[in-house]
């Protein structure tokens, strides 16, 4: 099949090496995208809700079995169609139908990004009071985590980070996304090994692991499966186009395989050593790890609080959580930019500045309906950025998914030659994609869309 780097509309404009990655930068920037909030955030006050070790077992099973195929095929689809995530679809089937599917992901990657970017703008409050001791100047976190929400202060610091992402995209492929993922990526390991060699040292850390590893299957339920396999896609950056979106701009000669087996491994990596951090962290100081999406904002800085040099390691741990959201918003601002410089053939300079500051305005209402601002942006018993979430997460995204797996197990024919895999690969590519990934995708969207419930 001829190479579209030339001939492709996104890339025929640009038609140079500004626009591709290398072998490692790909790599890197894939793994840049899928190690993020997710993984420290959400994970592990899932893991601890849904039943610990068992759970984390579980994650790692859907993440081999359905995660790794789709996110394969998202590779595929991308470097095959050599465009944004409705072209590639388009140019692969000659359907415009399946452009329209596309393009829902684009738009889902862009309110994902808008909500995102609150969250990473509290990591940078929170890693600035750390350093500066201000974080342990109070004892009651859960009220200074509300009073920061009802100040304008996370609204400074989202539009930080949309800027610093917007600062990143605006250089371009090689020169802006992959060098920065080459900086950013070693500095996130580096921080990671830090802090997990501190909390395993703390004294008492053995029952945190415990928790966190010796399996008790009892707590398992068909739920927590479901949870775990939304997580799995949630955690690889799966159907927003994301993936689909950095495949576009990835060599031919680039192994697919070897690189979804690179990045699913990046990215239980870092999951496994979050949990290192989180539960050890947590047991020690009698905290606990299920509290949900407060654990990270308001039970942790009350452990660093209580540990020695707690301000340094407060402040490493929520700037590694900085890079991390960093890393998997400038992959989804990339979704939107790659469309509109391809729909209106506009330049990728205008293309980001303006989509930054329209995501900016976008998560507004996020931003400030968690404080108590805006009472009205509160309905149906969730919080603006409550609902956001839900869509995205819950909606959006296992739908994507179930459009680029029947995409490549269905409908496009040229798939098994873009994947490059052998025969025996290409086999249980093949089944996984067509029987074992649309099922249960589907099974996880009834699920999490309130359809179907336990
Ligand atoms: N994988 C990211 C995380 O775990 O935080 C979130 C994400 C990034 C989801 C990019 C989807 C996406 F397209």
Redesign the pocket.
Known sequence: MKDQFQSGPLHGKVNNKEERFSSSGFILAAIG???????M???PYITGQYGGAAFFMLFVICLLLVGLPVLLAELTVGRGGRGNASTSLIRLSGRKLWGGFGFITIL??FV??SF?AVVAGWTLHYAMLSFTGKLFEHKDYALLFSNFNASWMPVFWQFIVMLLTGFVIIRGVSAGIEKFNKILIPGLVILLLVLCVRALSLEGAGEGVAFFLKPDFSKLSAESALVALGHAF??????????MTYGAYVDKRQSLGLATLAIGIG?LAYAFLAGLIIFPTTFVYGLEASQGPGLVFVALPAAFSAMPLGAIFGGLFFVLLAF??LT??I??LE?PVAFVREAFGWSRKFSVVLLTLLCFLVGLPSALSLGDKAPWLTFGGKSFFDWMDFVCSNIV?PLGGLVVTLFVGYAWKGAAEEAGLSTWWLRLWMFMLRYVAPILVLLVFLYSSGILTF
């Open positions: 995208s899928a190690v993020g909030l997710g993984n955030w959400k994970f889902g990657a994902i990004l995102y949630f955690s690889l950056s799966l159907g927003m186009g994301a993936i990215d991390a959201a998997s918003m992959s989804l979704v995204l």
